[in-house]
């Protein structure tokens, strides 16, 4: 790791360099280098060195290494989440739980990445039944992953470790917020597997903006990996576009919370303050608007008003139930998102515009009836900031939900149509009568659709996500008819075509 000590540093940064600052103190963590193109380029060329020997290593080899850095990650989890926590802001415990779920990520990725990935043979078909047809999924070779600041292990580890399982190696460029931990991820990694230090399977370059455009750009690259919001991702996009090189989306949400008349009203209430609330709001597929049927809004409200009114955001000696936003400029927007919702008719149940302070901390708000035009409604806030709205029945709160370019996650409480309100959701994700629960399910495929992005992470298609499908057809013997060679007669295509009468051309 390339950051020099934080007590030395009380210096403002050389242009090459820059610091990464707590969040709650504004005291300077320590310092990291700003990496050019060419300094990119060199660790994607010494990737591509390390993927042949990784791709070499095939799934058993990979497996033992992966599931020895998860040991290391499992035996240094405080001291990484103690990185995330000082980066970020969140409590100690919230990081704590991010890094937990995120070595689950890493022994499913390991774990099924044979089974998902491996060679397999398919039918070929009556018409072509001389071949033995087979379907495997080969690494991509190098994936760049670019990632965000508000989960800044579990977000780029469903990249990371699914990529990595898949058999390729990978240049991460973390959120110049939280460079360090980065350096966490990669220096357990290194201490888990020996070989890295001569094939390195996971390079972490740091900087801002333009260094993740350089890695977009760096030739030898297979694939970007990119998560956060939708305007950085176009731009991720056009640059990608000059080599075309596929990328994976994961942009930001404004997900829905639905309220069915039948719902457990507690359980709801405790789900839409988690959702919308945890991590100072500041999770991409939080809750950021509830539509509750009007025959249970008034008490649904009432819960949701007891339990968010108790909720204390920290200071920098107490860690509270919210840290402080992890990027200070955020509260400008939430501080137009709040003013917007209560001038345009909204009713505050917890808190106000004077929640939200120029110090980055910001205190729970929860404001009803807002209209369906204000921007607390149609933009992501990335705050705790929740919209509560009243709907006639569920098919309102349908409809309103699906009217949103995002598409990322949603919930819904209802004790007897979850499923059949889940199944109408525009949206890559649900849960129900829960919150959040599907992102803890290796098994199931993280991702969105429209403004929130596509390509998925997670499961099977999140290991899929990382390689190339590659199809072989064998031929075992020679067909009596041959269709496919100028020595075709007239005679052979009838009988070709007689065939496919036989075939397909009945009911
Ligand atoms: P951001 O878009 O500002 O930055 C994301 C990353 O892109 C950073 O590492 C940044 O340095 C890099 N970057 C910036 N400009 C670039 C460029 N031109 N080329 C290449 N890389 C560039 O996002 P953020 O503020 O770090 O994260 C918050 C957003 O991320 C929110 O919208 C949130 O919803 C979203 N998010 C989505 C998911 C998901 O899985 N869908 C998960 C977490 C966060």
Not at 74 to 96: C, H, I, M, N, S
Not at 430 to 449: C, D, E, R, T
């Amino acid at each position: 790791m390339s950051a020099t000590a934080a007590d030395s540093a009380t210096t403002t940064p050389a242009p090459d360099e820059f610091a990464s600052l707590s969040p709650r103190t504004g005291a300077e963590l320590a310092r990291y280098p700003v990496h050019d193109g060419e300094h990119v380029r060199a660790a994607v060329r010494a990737a591509a060195e390390a993927a042949a020997w990784w791709d070499g290593l095939g799934f058993a080899g990979r497996r033992s290494r992966l599931a020895a850095w998860k040991k290391v990650l499992v035996a240094q989890l405080d001291r990484v989440a103690r990185v995330v926590a000082d980066e970020t802001g969140k409590p100690f415990d919230d990081a704590r739980l991010e890094v937990v779920l995120a070595i689950d990520h890493l022994d499913w990725a390991a774990g099924n990445a044979q089974k998902v990935l491996g060679k397999r043979s398919v039918s070929p078909g009556l018409l072509m039944a001389n071949q033995a047809a087979s379907v495997a999924y080969r690494p991509l070779g190098v994936v760049g992953v670019i990632g965000p600041w508000n989960y800044p292990v579990f977000t780029p580890m469903g990249s990371i470790a699914y990529a990595l399982a898949a058999g390729n190696t990978v240049v991460f460029k973390p959120s110049e917020l939280t460079p360090g931990v980065g350096h966490e991820l990669a220096r357990t990694l290194a201490e888990a597997v020996p070989e890295v230090g001569r094939y390195p399977l996971l390079t972490v370059v740091t900087g801002f903006g333009p260094t993740g455009a350089e890695l977009c750009r760096a030739p030898g690259i297979g694939k970007i990996a990119f998560t956060g919001s939708a305007a950085t991702g176009r731009r991720v996009m056009a640059a990608c576009a000059e080599n075309l090189v596929p990328v994976l989306m994961e942009c930001g949400g404004k997900d829905p919370l639905i309220v069915d008349a039948d719902a457990d009203l507690d359980a709801a209430a405790d789900a839409a303050v988690w959702g919308g609330m945890s991590n100072a709001g500041q999770t991409c597929v939080g809750v950021e608007r509830v539509y509750v049927v009007d025959a249970v809004a008034g008490r649904f409200l009432e819960k949701v008003r007891a339990t968010a009114a108790k909720l204390r955001t920290g200071t920098a000696a107490n860690e509270g139930d919210l840290g402080p936003m992890t990027m200070p400029s955020q509260t400008d927007i939430v501080r137009r998102h709040v003013g917007d919702a209560l001038s345009s008719g909204g009713r505050a149940i917890v808190g106000g515009a004077d929640s939200v302070r120029d110090d980055g901390r910001i205190d729970p708000v929860v404001i009803a009836d807002v209209p369906e035009e204000s921007v607390a409604v149609t933009e992501e806030t990335f705050a705790p900031l929740l919209v509560v709205n009243r709907v006639p029945d569920v098919d309102e709160a349908v409809r309103r939900a699906n009217a949103t370019g995002y598409g990322l996650g949603a919930t819904v409480f209802s004790a007897k149509r979850g499923e059949e309100i889940a199944e109408r959701l525009r949206c890559g994700m649900v849960s129900i009568n829960g919150v959040i629960s599907f992102a803890g399910i290796p098994a199931l495929p993280f991702g969105g659709v429209g403004e929130s992005g596509f390509g998925r992470i997670h499961g099977a298609d999140g290991l899929r996500e990382f390689t190339r499908a590659q199809s072989i057809a064998r031929q075992r013997f020679a067909m009596p008819i041959v269709v496919t060679s100028f020595r075709r007669t007239a005679k052979t295509m009838q009988a070709l075509l007689g065939i496919v009468k036989v075939r397909h051309g009945r009911l």
